[in-house]
């Protein structure tokens, strides 16, 4: 079938799947992506000021939770109907995301953000069903390459439209994700139809006792445990992207040499993706991950496909790890870019064969089990990742915890400010350096970057126990 009637075979209901998954994503990730930004930044910014270590468990905890529950939210909906569930995650996710912005505790922020999870956790499984639902044998492929791109389109703008709202204020930032969520609900109603349901004469309870009984035979499988095992490092070194570096960019590399090169070539450029102050944001930086995958997506998967799932699975694993160590080991911002570049490739490579290569390896009849597995490790991966970005990065690279190491060594008969601005206003005070020398001193005295080895390690870890893996216990043919 060519091309062009592959894409008119589509219906309204694929497009209109598609247009609501963008926006979906464009809110999630418009928050997402500088979550870490607002909990750790300073008050008078309005943003929360909270510790590394309340932002890592935050983090890792509520996204575990949203990677967790699409096993029984997919059930939920088979039962009562798509555009029921539709209707109810919409509603939570809008009115979570406007929450979001008023709350200023751990507490209550924790709790907003896991009511957000769940709407999203709700939302997660039924798109991709409808997209399964609305393509055929000839037009899958094609149909999900689609719903892969609007993912990451709107990946892209979220964090795009949302650096420029917190420019003005970080309230806006959720009100602008609530907007996005709103547009669906409009979609919602005059546009999506509820796919064919298949009839089942279980109840819902029946439905996820039998959900539970297939998760603990698929569980029951020591080869599957040990390889979801395994993949936890892959993930708990991906999700640095979103936990670490955007922190990492923020404290220690100075953007403003991009921001001027871009400058003398388009001023209205440098104005759209600055931040107002001759610096580029940290998650306009981050979004170069998005961009990438965009762009090359397709031809990545065309030369991936040559590659066996394992060594696909692999090499990204190893791109990927060698990128989040080169973003953290330097401060020098074009290196940086680089290497988040980089790790977009490794992302491209591995992350989709992850799921090829839980099905080849999958017995008759358990395949979709098999799969469905695949988001515990993304779980436990980010309970991991919280904690790295969390206590982990505290203890070793946070800047505003090694200056008060600093100041406290400098200056022990000086109360040190509980403030993060207020602390370095009045370190520069008492020893007459600048910001930039400051953080000079910082990091040649305590070596921030030293985080970067542990993720490396983890990585090298996870690619030499799937080679043993797979050699010893698949015996890959």
Not at 162 to 168: G, I
Request: aromatic share 14%; glycine share 8%.
């Amino acid at each position: 079938m060519k091309f062009t009637n592959r894409i008119k075979g589509f219906n309204k209901l694929f497009w209109a799947s598609n247009t609501m998954e963008l926006f979906e994503r464009w809110a999630y990730y418009g928050i997402f992506l500088v979550i870490a930004l607002y909990l750790t930044g300073p008050k008078e910014t309005g943003a929360l000021e909270f510790t590394q270590s309340q932002k890592g468990w935050l983090m890792g905890i509520v996204t575990a939770v949203l990677y967790f529950l699409p096993l029984f939210t997919g059930a939920i909906a088979d039962k009562i109907g798509y555009k029921k569930s539709l209707l109810a995650s919409q509603v939570i996710l809008s009115t979570g995301y406007a929450m979001l912005g008023y709350f200023t505790s751990f507490h209550g922020v924790f709790i907003a953000f896991l009511y957000v999870a769940i709407g999203a956790a709700l939302f997660k499984p039924i798109i991709a069903a409808t997209i399964a639902k609305t393509t055929t044998t000839e037009t899958s492929s094609l149909g999900f390459g689609i719903y892969y791109m609007i993912i990451n389109i709107g990946g892209f703008i979220g964090p795009a439209v949302a650096s420029k709202l917190r420019e003005h204020n970080w309230h806006y930032v959720f009100l602008g994700s609530a907007l996005a969520i709103c547009a669906n609900i409009i979609i919602l109603f005059f546009f999506y139809k509820e796919p064919i349901k298949e009839e089942k004469k279980e109840t819902l309870g029946a439905t996820l006792k039998t959900i539970a009984k297939n998760s603990f035979h698929v569980f029951g499988d020591l080869k599957l445990v040990i390889l979801l095992i395994i993949i936890i490092g892959f993930w708990s070194v991906f999700w640095q992207l979103y936990y670490t570096i955007p922190n990492f960019i923020d404290q220690w590399a100075n953007t403003s040499p991009v921001y001027n090169a871009i400058a003398e070539q388009s001023s209205f450029l440098a104005h759209i993706i600055g931040n107002g102050k001759s610096e580029i944001s940290p998650e306009m930086i981050v979004n170069i991950d998005a961009a990438c995958i965009i762009l090359f997506q397709i031809i990545v998967s065309n030369y991936s496909s040559r590659l066996k799932p394992l060594y696909g699975i692999l090499a990204g694993l190893c791109v990927n790890s060698f990128a989040m160590f080169l973003a953290v080991y330097t401060n020098n911002v074009w290196l940086v870019m680089l290497s988040i570049a980089i790790a977009a490739f490794g992302e491209m490579m591995s992350s989709p064969r992850i799921i090829e290569y839980l099905g080849r390896i999958a017995p008759e009849g358990r395949t979709a089990a098999y799969i469905g597995s695949s988001y515990m490790p993304m779980a436990i991966g980010s309970l991991i990742a919280g904690f790295l970005s969390g206590s982990v990065y505290k203890s070793l690279s946070d800047k505003f915890s090694l200056l008060r190491k600093e100041f406290v060594s400098m200056f022990p008969s000086t109360p040190v400010p509980k403030g993060n601005t207020e602390l370095m206003t009045l370190f520069t005070q008492k020893s007459g350096l600048s910001v930039e020398k400051v953080n000079q001193l910082l990091w040649i005295k305590y070596q921030p970057y030293h985080i970067a080895y542990i993720f490396l390690s983890i990585g090298a870890l996870t690619a030499v126990l799937l080679v043993i893996y797979d050699r010893v216990l698949i015996k890959q043919k």
